[in-house]
């Protein structure tokens, strides 16, 4: 960080501050619950586009600015993180980005200007019932007919399906060809005939993610990103991307931390503050020094990533430890909460309004999401530590 960062920080944490929408918060990555808290999404949207705080790495001539750097993007998701507020939609970012990289001029201006200005939500049609961590294994089909393609299969977990106007799509178009090489990317509109959302209601309640269906769904030939067979290939360029957001889970956990504590002065275990305890105290103390080595090891990996030498195992040993020490804190304040503990948002007697067992509900999806925990100590047993292969 630099003083000019520095002053960059307190201009976003100003412009939150004046602009944040009024939007209730909830653990993890979540879809608007209604109607308002959508409208308001999409405003914020165009907000944070606008002011070049989501974006900035984008073309200029897209809006895209030469005056920002990763730091400035680090700065930003890290002060989103402290407020609490949602940032730019993740699947019109991964989608940008697609279209960006790999889509055609014609593409670019139909849908860069919309996303920037929040008009258009995207979502990522990627993983399916049989394909989720071996995504290269996918089976919905497209297949061309013409100047269009026909869309059969089933997505699954799709986040903001429910809202999205367009999907960026994976579909098998050479069922011959090798896995990997037989993929290729599409535009989807959502609202084509044959396309079903069924939102899915979670474990916490609300409904963020969905089942998407295909029935014969025809999409235009020129709605392919990129060339036929070179899906794969986008998807993970797309996917890696990102490390920009690596400094916001610090954050996170950083302030989860602080209200653990905060919990620990306020509820008793025998007649006494549960942080009087030798076990609390010993819990805590254990946390707190595993979110100072995420902190370094985090800012190890984003200056090995600034510098160009970043390794295929750095993200996933960040992903691993925020996880499963994200998902420990909440499970530790719910158990601290004795019987309250047990109660869900909404009951009056719920520990804190029901915030930790939020938390601790979708803990879980975090070590699924954008590679499970398993996956991601394989890729550190692999290609870290250089340990012989898992079977597959
Ligand atoms: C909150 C959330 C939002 C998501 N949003 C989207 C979205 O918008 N779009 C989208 O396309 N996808 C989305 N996903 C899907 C996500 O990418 C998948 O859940 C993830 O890739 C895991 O795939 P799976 O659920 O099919 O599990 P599976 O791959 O079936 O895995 C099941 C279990 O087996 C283990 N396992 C699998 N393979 C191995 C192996 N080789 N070695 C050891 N263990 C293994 C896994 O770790 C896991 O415990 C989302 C997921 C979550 C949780």
Known sequence: MTDTLDDFR???RAFIAEHAPDIPYRAGVRSADNETEFAALQRWTGQLYEAGYVGADWPA?????????PGHAIVVAEELARAQVPGGQSGSVLAARALIDFGTDEQRHRHLPKIRAGEEFWCQLFSEPGAGSDLASLR?????????????????WTTDGHWARYGYLLARTDPDAPKHKGI????L??????????????????????????DAVTVPADAMIGAPGQGWVIANATLAHERTNVGAVVVKLRAALDALIDLARR??????PAIESDRVRDRTGEFSARVEALSALTGANLTR??????????AAMGKLMFSELNLEIASFAVELGGEAGVLVEGDAAALDDGRWQDEWLYARAFTIAGGSSEIMRNMIAERGLGLPRDRR
């Not at 919905?140 to 699954?156: H, L, S």
């Not at 509109?189 to 295909?214: C, H, I, Y």
């Open 10 to 12: 307190a201009e976003v």
């Open 61 to 69: 001539e897209f809006g895209g600015r030469e005056d920002r750097t």
């Open 140 to 156: 919905t089909r497209a297949v061309r007919d013409g100047d269009n393609y026909v869309i059969d299969g089933q997505k699954v």
């Open 184 to 187: 290729s990317a599409f535009i």
């Open 189 to 214: 509109d959502m609202s084509a005939p044959g396309v079903s959302v069924r939102p899915l209601r979670e474990l916490t309640g609300t409904s963020d993610f969905n089942e998407v269906f295909f």
């Open 267 to 272: 509820v008793e275990i025998g007649g006494r």
């Open 305 to 314: 990533w600034l510098r160009g030498g970043e390794r295929m195992h750095d």
